[in-house]
C-alpha cells in the first residue's frame, strides 16, 4: 500500500479500536493495539504491556471461570481457549517488544511463560524466543527450537550463532540451507529490508515463500545489525549478503556451465 491508501487503512482501524472501547473499555486487543498506534517509541509499549500484564491475565481467567460454569465439558474447553488468547496475545507483543528493546531475557520469561500456557503456539512466539536465545548464545536452546521449526528464524539463529563463534563453515552451510528452503530469495538475504512492525498485530504470511523469509529477515535485524560496519548492515549482516551473492554466483556459473 502506498502511504495515503496506509494513512487511511491506519485510520480506519484506529477508528474501528475505538469503536470497540466505547462498547467494552475492557477490550484488552482494542487497548493494547489502540496504546501501540499511538505510542510508536517499542520502550514505552514493553511498559505498559508489563505494567497491565496481571490486570489483563485476571481478567481473562475471570471471564473463563464464568463462562465454563454455564457449559458443559466440550464447551468449556472451547470457552477456555477463546477467553484467554487475549491475555496470550498480550504476552506475544510483550516479548516481542522487550527483544526489539533488547530485553532479551524478559523477551525469553514472557515466550516462555505463553509456551507454557498455550503449547500450541498461536501467536509464533518461538519464532521470538529463538532470536532471543541466539542474542544471550544460548546454543542448546536454539538448536532445540531449530529441530522443531527449521523455518528462517530458527536457521537465522543458527547461522548468527555459528558466526559469532568465528565457525564461518558452518556459518556457510546455514546459508546453504536458508537458499534451500527459499529458492529464489537470494535477494531477500542480500538486501535486507527491515519492515514497519504490524500496527495492529503481527504480519501474517503464507510459510515457506519469499514473504516469510522477508519478515524473518526485517525481525532479524537484532542480530544482523549488530557491530559497526561500513555498509550500515552490521557485522553478521554484511558477511551474510556477501555470502549469498558469493553462493549465487556460484550457482549461476555451474548453470553457465551445464548449458
Known amino acids: 500500500a502506498g502511504d495515503a491508501l496506509a494513512d487511511s487503512l491506519t485510520a480506519r482501524g484506529l477508528a474501528l479500536l ?3 472501547l466505547s462498547l467494552d473499555p475492557n477490550c484488552h486487543d482494542a487497548v493494547r493495539m489502540s496504546f501501540s498506534l499511538k505510542t510508536p517509541s517499542a520502550e514505552a509499549r514493553w511498559r505498559f504491556l508489563v505494567e497491565r500484564e496481571e490486570s489483563v491475565r485476571l481478567s481473562c481467567e475471570s471471564t473463563r471461570d464464568q463462562l465454563c460454569a454455564e457449559l458443559d465439558e466440550t464447551r468449556a474447553a472451547l470457552a477456555e481457549n477463546v477467553s484467554m488468547r487475549p491475555w496470550w496475545r498480550w504476552l506475544a507483543d510483550m516479548a516481542e517488544c ?3 528493546c533488547g530485553r532479551n531475557r524478559a523477551a525469553i520469561d514472557a515466550a516462555e511463560r505463553l509456551l507454557a500456557a498455550e503449547p500450541s503456539d498461536l501467536s509464533d512466539v ?5 532470536y532471543a536465545l541466539a542474542k544471550l548464545e544460548d546454543e542448546d536452546g536454539v538448536r532445540r527450537l531449530a529441530a522443531e ?3 528462517a528464524w530458527s ?3 543458527g547461522l548468527a550463532l555459528a558466526h559469532k563463534r568465528c565457525d564461518f563453515a558452518e556459518a556457510r552451510r546455514q546459508v ?8 529464489g530469495c537470494a535477494s531477500v538475504l542480500m538486501r535486507q529490508i527491515e519492515i514497519p512492525d504490524g500496527r495492529f498485530a503481527r504480519i501474517r504470511v503464507p510459510a515457506r515463500g519469499e514473504d516469510e523469509l522477508i519478515l524473518a529477515v526485517s525481525e532479524g535485524v537484532v542480530l544482523l545489525q549488530e557491530g559497526a560496519e561500513r555498509s550500515g548492515k552490521g557485522v553478521l549482516g554484511a558477511w551474510l549478503a556477501r555470502t549469498v551473492s558469493e553462493l549465487a554466483g556460484e550457482k549461476d556459473d555451474e548453470g553457465a556451465i551445464r548449458s
Open 18 to 20: 475505538e469503536e470497540a
Open 98 to 100: 522487550a527483544l526489539i
Open 126 to 130: 518461538r519464532r521470538t524466543l529463538v
Open 149 to 151: 521449526a527449521g523455518d
Open 155 to 157: 536457521l537465522l539463529a
Open 176 to 183: 546453504e540451507r536458508l537458499l534451500a528452503a527459499y529458492p
